[in-house]
């Protein structure tokens, strides 16, 4: 069906909009054993469970589920996350060839169950040069974290990096904490990776001063700031986890975007991740959505003290506001400067059928 959707898509808006085959082996997990998944590579472990669910899927016979191993204690948790300092979850990860500096779009389906604060879902892209060597940062796309969720639609643009040969996607269920008889789980079904040619800015684009909101951290004047003042989050004076949470946003038309935002450290030093950079959706009744994101190293910043713009992509298609937030990781001072959001394309109403995030029992 899905198929069925985007040729008619292709057909409506082919000029603008270019896609090309699936990069993604096995991408609906109908392939495998009882204990293989052709074209994935997951760890053997007995303490974890991951398999092809017959039972719970988006599309064809079967889909991708992640668990702890049944039974999971939160105590036998603990004693893995202290054995196995490598232990933050359960993941899946394929291998993908990809050309470098080019835009790929990633969707597909996800369900969750049973997640608490500390239990998330997430896929992470990474990527490797011709040498065999990794290539430093990689993007992460963070999903819902609510408690249970039913099939929601994974939709992400990205663009790799220059010198990027080879990708991998990892699937998780990143862990840290668990409930007594209630483990968290995963299922992600009818992934699609299809290189993607944007098309050219239509010249409209939007500056938020990053200033105007947070929680944790203090405005304070900057002379390298355009604006003059900017947002500063203080190591050993704020909490880990502070945050600058942008103006909600009620007028920018759905579209595809590129949104910027300008960061300094004071130390550069750290291969810990140091800001989350996210872009939010509110439907204005219950549901809040992410839409893009970027997870920030402190080596991802060429030097210290000056300010280095960091740039990730976006489909805008249904919702009445957004907001762009940068939540900060407590690993060194962060300042946070302005927010520029640019509009690669404002979407038709063809557009946005195709692009727009909907619930599966819709879709079919
Ligand atoms: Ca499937």
New binding site residues.
Partial sequence: MKRLLLAVGMFLSINSLVWSENLISNS???FGEEKEIKGWNFPKSEAVRIERDSVV?A??K??LRLSLAEGTTPERLEELKGTSPWFWGVNATSEFYVKGNRFYRLTGWAKTTNLIPSTHTKIQLSFKKDDGSWIKGGKGYWLSTEENKDWTRIETIFKTPAEATRGYITLWLVVNRIEKDKLPVVWY??LSLEEFIPPFPTGKSWVYPAYQKGQGGDITDDKDSPLGKVWKIRLGIDKPGAKISGAVITDQPPGIYEVTYRLKVADNSTEDFVAFLHTKVSDGIFDVWQIGSLDIKGTDFKEPNKYQDFTFYFLYGTGTSLQYLCTWYGYTDLWIDTITVKQLKAFTDEDILDYITIPLEKKK
Avoid: A, I, V
């Fill in positions: 609906g997990f109908e899927k599309e064809g079967y889909s079904d009818d």
